[in-house]
């Protein structure tokens, strides 16, 4: 059992000391979540050797009662494992395929779009002694560009984000969290998405009104503000331009896959549209023949 | 218990025989999952409110001891509710939000395109009975336009789709089904959508080296071939043209995702970065303080 019910988080954290890693966000969660208290080693991008005392160059770790976790995915399935009387994280094996999958979805779709829009704002808003190391990691994943041409130009480019992300709101209207009644680690994953943008994003990427809002406030505010930090920024404030695609669907979900058939009451709509497709056609084959 | 261990599905049936619905095929493959024998009562789009006895105008229905049961999804969770000594379909309540985000994403990303690609061969395979209401209604869903007109041109659409696939792609590098281990429910609703397309494609939608081909081989193979039938066509053989779109990645998922930190060693690649970026610097430095 953890001693005093505190468990050390090894963070990655801006200048502002509001944490940046998307995978730290989901261990903060992940340590609320299995009822633990955070006793938080500040840090930056660099120097993580040094605070590790050699053993990690990478944030998340964790240390519980002299037991060091490396990892955020390690960190949450050894959450489940050791404390299997908390509140799980994960429900099923099953579950962790499907975290994975949103998990790629929303890297592809948001992060690796968002990347491109906030990048000089990240290496900008990291502490002093990382710029060199942010500046020099980033630029080698982006093929050697420098971080402000890549994200020269975003006014361009946020607008195309919100309607990608159509799935995930679908899948809002129809359950309070992506857990279901309760939030759980495939809440967590997909809110270090939106936390991480929230913590670089000098611009706003969804619009004041996205459906999203709700679930994205609902995981801010989760264990007393987790996600609230005054050097974040906030995501709702997009202004679209004239020709910018529809940022989020009001229109229910595809044919058949919304609602449920409980019998004919349920379907009625679609043997109106064949009555109304016939008289259609009847009447222009009357009118064709009247006027021949 | 279902007598004889058979249970009764209405089928949506093309004129070939093959199933079409990808309700159906869900069905089916959650039928076969809790081990039982399928006995199906064949028809296609139209008659089904006389074959089932007026209950229900859609497809799947099941009928189990007498008990009839309406809607795949309505089924399956009976299928675990009534039968939960044999394999569940689900394994937790927060997977069942996952299935539906996975299925939204491809029903975005597959079936919405390939809908377009091949609406006209839809209806020309359906059962002659049933061309006119797929025409009628598929036309009042696309707006009124004619399934020919929007069929038209589809070359220069399917190569799109390919790309669009990728995070179904990296979850499966990662894992054998998308319920891990053992195929489930995952795997059903994200197959029906193959198998859905697979029996509408008079031309392949994927290419020969799709990497999503062996899981659609397993899956296609599964319960003795459930989703093998002489109606159905390859998913396979997309040639690309000159300018058309990678159709997938073999690159590693993006930095971070995909691979698990264990300590410095699985981390080295990063360091080397940000070394050989800093002896790039100075050599730079140092050539242009020479040429000064």
Redesign the interface.
Known sequence: MATDNTITLFDLQLASGCTISP?VWSTKYALKHKGFEIETVPGGFTGI?ERTG?????VPVIVDEGRWV??S??IAEYLDERYPDRPMLF???????????????L??NA??PWFSCYIRDYRDLSLPQDH??V???R???LGGRKLEEVQAGREERLPLVPPAL???R??LR??E?????RP?Y?DYRALAVFLWTASVATAPPLTEDDPLRDWLDRGFDLYGGLGRHPGMHTLFGLKLRPGDPAPFSLDP?????GR?????AS?RA??D??SR??AQ?AAQARAGSASQ
Do not use: C
Not at 177 to 181: A, I, N, P, T
Not at 253 to 257: C, D, I, Q, R, T
């Open positions: 995978f050797l050699g053993r990690s160059e990478r490396l990892d995915w390690t429900e099923s094996e099953s579950m962790k395929v499907s975290v994975r999958f949103t998990e790629y979805w890297w592809q992060i690796r060199e190391y500046t020099l990691t630029e080698a994943i159509e799935p995930l679908q899948i129809e359950h969290w992506l857990g279901g009644h759980n495939a979900p595809m044919s058949g896959l449920r058939n409980t019998g004919p379907t679609d043997l549209v064949v497709g016939r056609v």
